[in-house]
């Protein structure tokens, strides 16, 4: 259940997982089943309007005692076969097989909620820290299972889930206006003169131009310090990684090909062009030497 999970909804991740062994990959279908669960019970079921905050809060709140039953080991057997009752079975298989911390998966759940109460922010530590709780925390949580050798490698996984997160922002700027939200900071939106009106609205002016540029080189940037951390992990998941980087980068590229304009369609790579980019991504993977501590 967990692997159709994230076929359907995280078809480039499902795609990299591929080049992985099978107890880390199904591992990392656990991880990702679960973010999505809990992604869609506070988002797409406050969007449909049938939960309330106060309810999604109480949703998560149970989430974590689950957690905390898996993490004590003491997970009864589940007698339904619901998609809840299979990712905490995943979870608890994972942990027999990879030390996650516990206090990571309660970061992701923080992260979901902020989506229930903030429409804005202000600054870009404002934005950093939503990006790191919703996606670099996934990057921490999957370090583990493809393992490292040595802890530098953390940091450069916090970084590219901040480019990959805000490659999600850069490229969903129309869809997310059309919910009435800017994740784009106010402060940036005031350096360059741009109004919420212009994104609400979806007018592609210079400034938003100018706007939408500086977030594809804060994006390049951070895919490019998270880069020597891809060396550090186990070779058998190098390969992975490198696609994950070069495929979501690759949607920031499709931005600069549409001249910034990210009201003109959604930025998107095809299957295609990620079958070509195996061979370059195992040969690179193949050339790293292996980083000690």
């Known amino acids: 259940m967990c692997r159709k999970v994230t076929y359907i909804h995280a078809k480039t991740f499902y795609f990299a997982s591929r080049f992985i062994p099978l107890d880390k990959r199904n591992a990392c279908y656990a991880v990702y089943a679960f973010c999505r669960y809990v992604d869609d019970l506070v988002d797409v079921a406050m969007e449909q309007g049938n939960v309330t905050r106060e309810d999604a809060v109480r949703l998560v709140s149970q989430w974590k005692a689950d957690l905390d039953s898996v993490y004590a080991r003491s997970l009864t057997t589940i007698p339904d076969a619901t998609e809840r009752s299979a990712i905490l079975l995943a979870w608890d298989d994972t942990l027999t097989r990879f030390h996650i911390p516990r206090g990571l998966p309660d970061e992701l759940i923080e992260g979901v909620l902020m989506d229930t109460s903030i429409t804005r922010f202000d600054s870009f530590?404002?934005?950093?820290?939503?990006?790191?709780?919703?996606?670099?925390?996934?990057?921490?949580?999957?370090?583990?299972?493809?393992?490292?050798?040595?802890?530098?490698?953390?940091?450069?996984?916090?970084?590219?889930?901040?480019?990959?997160?805000?490659t999600n922002i850069i490229r969903d700027v129309g869809e997310d206006a059309q919910r009435g939200r800017i994740y784009l900071p106010l402060e940036d939106l005031d350096r360059y003169d741009v109004s919420e009106d212009d994104i609400l609205s979806r007018r592609f002016t210079p400034n938003v131009r100018a706007l939408i540029r500086s977030y594809v080189e804060r994006a390049h940037e951070y895919y490019e310090a998270a880069e020597p951390g891809i060396a550090m992990l186990s070779s058998d998941s190098r390969?992975?990684?490198?696609?994950?980087?070069?495929?979501?980068?690759?949607?920031?590229?499709?931005?600069?090909?549409?001249?910034?304009?990210?009201?003109?369609?959604?930025?998107?790579?095809?299957?295609?062009?990620?079958?070509?980019?195996?061979?370059?991504?195992?040969?690179?993977?193949?050339?790293?030497?292996?980083?000690h501590s």
């Open 125 to 166: 530590d404002d934005l950093w820290t939503y990006c790191y709780k919703v996606a670099s925390v996934v990057g921490l949580m999957t370090s583990e299972i493809f393992g490292y050798s040595c802890k530098a490698a953390l940091p450069r996984a916090v970084d590219l889930g901040i480019a990959m997160q805000l």
């Open 239 to 291: 390969i992975t990684v490198l696609l994950m980087s070069r495929n979501y980068r690759r949607i920031v590229r499709v931005v600069e090909s549409m001249d910034y304009n990210v009201f003109l369609r959604r930025a998107s790579t095809s299957m295609y062009e990620k079958i070509l980019a195996i061979p370059s991504a195992y040969l690179e993977s193949r050339r790293m030497p292996r980083v």
